[in-house]
């Protein structure tokens, strides 16, 4: 032990050692400069088009007005109250359930409106709108 002294413990080394980091960041730019080049250079190919998509059917819509006396028309056609609920229930019937779109006159009582729906609803027709005229333009 006469080969170490105190004098060697007692100076600290207050530098970081670069060298680790040198080493780390020269292997990183190795690996991009050949990543690079690789990631450039793309095939091209000509990939054929789909001639044959399938159509998708959209579900029939019905139009229901009611108009300033509280009659209703359904597709253009005037119904009275139970031919209504018997028209939504054979509508709900079908294998695509048609969307419902009720157009109301600005004047009929909230109340016929309000029938038409909970109509709609005890028959099974899930989709409902309300159709409205936009503003003119001033």
Do not use: C
Not at 6 to 29: C, G, K, Q, T
Not at 36 to 47: C, G, I, N, T
Not at 48 to 57: F, R, S, V, W
């Amino acid at each position: 032990m006469a080969g170490i002294t105190s004098e060697d413990h007692e100076e600290v080394m207050s530098e970081i050692n670069m060298i680790p980091f040198i080493d780390i960041m020269l292997v990183l730019l190795i690996v991009f400069i050949i990543t690079v080049p690789v990631m450039k250079h793309a095939v091209s190919v000509e990939l054929p088009k789909a001639a044959n998509e399938q159509a998708e059917t959209k579900p029939e819509t019905i139009q229901l007005s009611v108009k300033q006396d509280g009659s209703y028309v359904w597709d253009d056609q005037p119904v009275t109250d139970a031919e209504l609920e018997a028209k939504m229930q054979a509508a709900a019937a079908l294998p695509k359930i048609p969307d419902l779109h009720i157009r109301g006159d600005k004047d009929v009582r909230y109340e016929r409106v309000a029938q038409a729906m909970a109509a709609a609803q005890q028959a099974g027709l899930k989709k409902i709108g309300f159709i409205t005229d936009p503003k003119p333009a001033l």
